[in-house]
């Protein structure tokens, strides 16, 4: 990996000082999400109330360029020249490149029907079950920690074999156990929390867009 991808870890702490005390599990994260990347994964974001926009947030940085440009590369442009050739030009000039990721509260029709007629607190869990593979990673976004649903979201993706990131607050809760890297903002008032996740996760966001589009 380059070290600038790092140096985002440090650039960040910077700027947040008090998130010296995470500086360990967040290069952890920064690793998994360009080895998931590398290795043909997508990254799969959930999260309830203001962390569902968080994750909804997370997915909109990543599908498109972010901070830097992200081209479309000749070997794509030629294919493009000869399935569609009056709008290869339109479309390289105007299309981005991607880093896939899913928000698993966006599913309104899946999540209310199964909500419905199976369990509420499993749509989410349901969603890893049909969409995760093992080369994935999973963040779970909790302020407290113990939100059942991300709860059974995380289980359902180490019954998979998918990476799990938890990004939560300073204090004792279910999530910490069942991730992979937990991510432990030093704060404990919900408010507080979500204003340390978002740096947070805007570094991870930079990070890998660095690893992939950084020429």
């Known amino acids: 990996m380059k070290e600038t991808t790092f140096s985002k870890v440090d650039d960040l702490i910077a700027r947040y000082p008090a998130l010296a005390a995470c500086r360990e599990s967040l ?8 080895e998931s990347y590398r290795h043909g994964g997508k990254l799969l974001v959930c ?9 909804e947030h997370i997915v909109g940085e ?32 105007n299309l981005q490149g991607a880093l896939p990721a899913v928000s698993l509260m966006n599913a309104v ?7 419905n007629d199976q369990a509420p607190d499993l749509a989410m869990a349901q969603q890893v ?14 302020t407290s920690g113990n939100s059942a649903n991300v709860i059974y ?18 204090r004792e809760c279910r999530l910490k156990a069942l991730c992979d890297i937990a991510i ?20 991870l966001c930079m990070a890998v867009e660095n690893e992939f589009f950084d020429k």
Not at 27 to 34: E, G, H, M, P, T
């Open 27 to 34: 290069r952890d994260a920064v690793k998994a999400l360009c």
């Open 47 to 55: 999260g309830n109330g203001g962390s569902a926009s968080d994750a």
């Open 62 to 93: 990543l599908m498109k360029g972010f901070i830097l440009k992200r081209p479309i590369d000749d070997a794509l442009y030629e294919k493009m020249k000869k399935i569609c050739p009056t709008e290869a030009d339109y479309l390289r000039d």
């Open 109 to 115: 029709a899946l999540n209310s029907a199964f909500a």
């Open 129 to 142: 079950l049909g969409l995760g593979k093992a080369e994935d990673v999973l963040i779970g976004i909790s």
């Open 153 to 170: 979201a995380a289980q359902m993706a180490r019954v998979k074999g998918i990476k799990t990131i938890g990004l939560i607050g300073n």
């Open 184 to 203: 432990c903002v030093p704060e404990t008032e919900t408010y507080k929390i979500q204003e340390l996740h978002l740096p947070v996760y805007h570094m």
